[in-house]
């Protein structure tokens, strides 16, 4: 059984501070790694997506893979406000396989 | 179109009712996904189609739900014999294409389930 795994939070962060969210994955296999960002009540949405080893930055958003340790994290620079949602965590083979999310909340 | 649509949007029914969820995707997608995400939870993966192959059905949860997608386009989920466990809001994704690497996929706004 393939699996994903984040802590389900609330993880607060300051306004202005850096919020750093995690992830683990088992297949070592897997290629391809992505964040989604979910309001409530709304659907997951595309924040960043990553292949290969290393840092991958985008505006206040960087995404960082280290297959080796089979581990994706996601900082966000600057929180602000509307920053404040769930995160989901994916990983593709064939399918995506999502993680639960991690609830993130900037506090004002 | 210029994105998932997906149809209907909400749906009320009673328990032990059949009901059909449509997808469409985006054009030119050949990838198709749908996910179920009760309230509060993470999204569960049900069924995925691929081009012309067989589709993986490894996450649909009961012989009550079924999936199909007619000429590589629209797909239609269909729960036969609803019971409460099964409200939530159904999510269809798509992808330009299957495989390993890349293919971001997209999801439609969804079609939110309650059964009473």
């Known amino acids: 059984q393939k699996e994903v795994e984040q802590n389900s939070g609330p993880l607060s962060v300051p306004e202005g501070a850096i919020a750093s969210l995690n992830c683990t994955y088992s297949?070592?296999?897997?290629?391809?790694f992505f964040w989604y960002r979910q309001y409530s009540g709304k659907s997951p949405e595309l924040i960043m997506s990553?292949?290969?080893?290393g840092d991958k930055e985008d505006g206040r958003f960087t995404a960082q893979l280290n297959k080796a340790s089979q581990y994706v994290s996601l900082l966000i620079r600057d929180s602000q406000p509307s920053d404040s949602a769930t995160y989901l965590c994916?990983?593709?083979?064939?399918?995506?396989?999502f993680g639960k999310g991690t609830r993130l909340h900037i506090l004002p | 179109g210029a994105g998932v649509s997906q149809s209907p949007s909400n749906k009320v029914t009673e328990k032990g009712k059949d009901v059909e969820l449509r997808c469409d995707p985006i054009?030119?997608?050949?990838?198709l996904y749908w996910y179920r995400q009760s309230l509060g939870q993470g999204l569960e993966f049900l069924i995925y189609?691929?081009?012309?192959?067989?589709?993986?059905k490894s996450g649909l949860p009961s012989d009550r739900f079924s999936a199909e997608r007619t000429g590589g386009s629209v797909s239609t989920l269909t729960i036969q014999r609803t019971q409460q466990e099964d409200s939530a809001v159904y999510l269809c994704?798509?992808?330009?294409?299957?495989?390993?690497?890349?293919?971001?996929?997209?999801f439609g706004e969804g079609s939110w389930l309650t059964v009473v």
């Open positions: 297949d070592r296999g897997s290629q391809s």
């Open positions: 994916a990983v593709r083979d064939d399918k995506i396989i």
């Open positions: 994704a798509s992808s330009l294409n299957g495989g390993r690497v890349g293919n971001t996929i997209y």
């Open positions: 054009s030119g997608h050949t990838a």
């Open positions: 990553i292949y290969s080893n």
């Open positions: 189609f691929q081009g012309n192959s067989a589709p993986d």
